[in-house]
Every structure is written in C-alpha cells, then in structure tokens.
C-alpha cells in the first residue's frame, strides 16, 4: 500500500504543483496518516480521490526503491571518472569499457521494470 505522503505529491503534481511543506502536513496521532493542514490554492483531496493514486503511488515507490539500490551500487563518481579515464587511454569509449559495464551491470541488476 502506498504512504499518504506518496499520493499526496502525486495530486499535488496533478494540480501544477510541487510538495511545500508550508502548504501541506500530515500527521498520525495513531490511528493512521491524514492531512493535518492544507493551504493550497485547489480543493484538499478527498478520500476516494487520495485512493485514486494507490497504484501509481505504489509504482512511484517501487521506482524510488529501484533508484535508491541503484545509488548505493554505482561506484563513486571518482572511480566512476578513473574508469572513463583509462577507457578513453584503451581506446574502449563503447560497450566494451570498463566504466560502461559497471553501469550495465548495476542497471541490469535493479531494474526499473
């Protein structure tokens, strides 16, 4: 199930906007998420409208968690450069190269989908 903070940015775009937290919190006093203060210039979601962004919602958190993998597998960007640096000296600026590989590999392992 996707977070209320997720469907919210969600209709938050859908209306032009961006996220800004002195337009928009939510709260859980324990019995849950809810929008505890709305400022925006359109109508605060309703409930049947937040649950309208449950699978996209779902979709944009499997794609952060897919990015957030790939970002904790990808060498530094120091070794990243070492690697395209002895790639252009072995003349391997293609598929062939050490620094491409590395990419393939990690995008290869965490797929978007």
């Given at each position: 199930?996707?977070?209320?903070?997720?469907?919210?940015?969600?209709?938050?775009?859908?209306?032009?906007?961006?996220?800004?937290?002195?337009?928009?919190?939510?709260?859980?006093?324990?019995?849950?998420?809810?929008i505890k203060t709305?400022?925006?210039?359109?109508?605060?979601?309703?409930?049947?409208?937040?649950?309208?962004?449950?699978?996209?919602?779902?979709?944009?958190?499997?794609?952060?968690?897919?990015?957030?993998?790939?970002?904790?597998?990808?060498?530094?960007?120091?070794?990243?450069?070492?690697?395209?640096?002895?790639?252009?000296?072995?003349?391997?600026?293609?598929?062939?190269?050490?620094?491409?590989?590395?990419?393939?590999?990690?995008?290869?392992?965490?797929?978007?989908?």
């Amino acid at each position: 199930m996707a977070q209320l903070s997720t469907k919210i940015k969600l209709y938050i775009e859908a209306n032009s906007a961006t996220w800004d937290n002195t337009k928009v919190s939510l709260q859980n006093d324990g019995s849950g998420d809810y929008i505890k203060t709305w400022t925006y210039s359109f109508s605060k979601p309703t409930d049947s409208q937040i649950a309208s962004y449950e699978t996209a919602g779902n979709t944009a958190e499997t794609l952060l968690g897919v990015l957030n993998k790939r970002k904790t597998e990808y060498l530094s960007w120091e070794e990243q450069l070492d690697k395209l640096y002895h790639d252009i000296d072995d003349g391997k600026l293609d598929k062939t190269g050490s620094w491409y590989k590395h990419i393939k590999a990690v995008k290869d392992a965490n797929s978007k989908g």
